[in-house]
């Protein structure tokens, strides 16, 4: 399973962008890179996912590297609904596509 | 099809005692997963099923725990003779196998405190 980091916590101020990094350097060839963010009290909720080339969804963009090492997610517009825990998961959905969550990212926005 | 659902949404007991845990997943969904949730931590994976067949369980999963998904709709956990150890949010989830993401739908979890 390829390891991830990410920082601990990034504060962020309502209705600006924010960027949040995650390096994947063992990443195998296979495996797409997921987004996953943890609300207070509720269960994980898929963000975005992708394999090589950046991707945009209603909810946000991904930025791949070219070596797909590392990858960013990007909020354009954070509000105080987007506060949460940010997990990035490198997983193979070919295989069981089980999600190995790391540590995570804790995003305050700052009205 | 509003998602998926797990009852109870928490759950006390006393050690020693064994609880089970339903999970329902998306209808249309033929993966089911448990994870376990401490506090301050990511969840884990515990085991996945396609459809009825139970694929993989983690280390992590002794032998007091037991998962079921009978005819590939509905899955049940069960811990038996639980350890304050056990104490966790438990998670379930759910996909469908094709195309590329699989992305998974969380249940609202279990929260299980054993005194």
């Known amino acids: 399973d390829a390891k991830t980091t990410q920082p601990n916590s990034m504060e962020s101020n309502e209705e600006e962008p924010v960027h949040l990094p995650c390096n994947h350097s063992?990443?195998?060839?296979?495996?797409?890179i997921h987004w996953y963010r943890q609300l207070p009290s509720q269960g994980p909720e898929y963000v975005i996912h992708?394999?090589?080339s950046n991707v945009n969804n209603r909810m946000a963009s991904l930025a791949i590297a070219e070596d797909r090492k590392s990858s960013t997610l990007i909020l354009h517009r954070a509000t105080l609904r987007d506060a949460a825990v940010y997990y990035c998961?490198?997983?193979?959905?070919?295989?069981?596509?089980?999600?190995?969550f790391g540590q995570g990212t804790t995003l305050q926005v700052k009205p | 099809d509003t998602g998926v659902s797990q009852d109870p949404r928490h759950k006390i007991t006393k050690r020693g005692q064994n609880v089970t845990f339903r999970c329902d997943p998306i209808?249309?969904?033929?993966?089911l997963y448990w994870y376990r949730q401490t506090l301050g931590q990511g969840p884990e994976f515990l085991t996945y099923?396609?459809?009825?067949?139970?694929?993989?369980k983690s280390r992590l999963l002794s032998d007091r725990f037991s998962a079921e998904r009978p005819k590939g709709s509905f899955s049940t956990l069960e811990i038996q003779r639980t350890e304050q150890g056990d104490s966790a949010m438990y998670l379930c989830?759910?996909?469908?196998?094709?195309?590329?993401?699989?992305?998974?739908?969380f249940g609202p979890g279990t929260r299980l405190t054993v005194l």
């Open positions: 989830a759910s996909s469908f196998r094709g195309g590329g993401s699989n992305e998974q739908f």
């Open positions: 063992t990443i195998s060839g296979t495996d797409y």
């Open positions: 992708g394999l090589t």
């Open positions: 998961i490198p997983a193979n959905s070919g295989n069981t596509g089980k999600l190995i």
């Open positions: 209808s249309e969904h033929n993966r």
């Open positions: 099923f396609q459809n009825e067949a139970q694929l993989e």
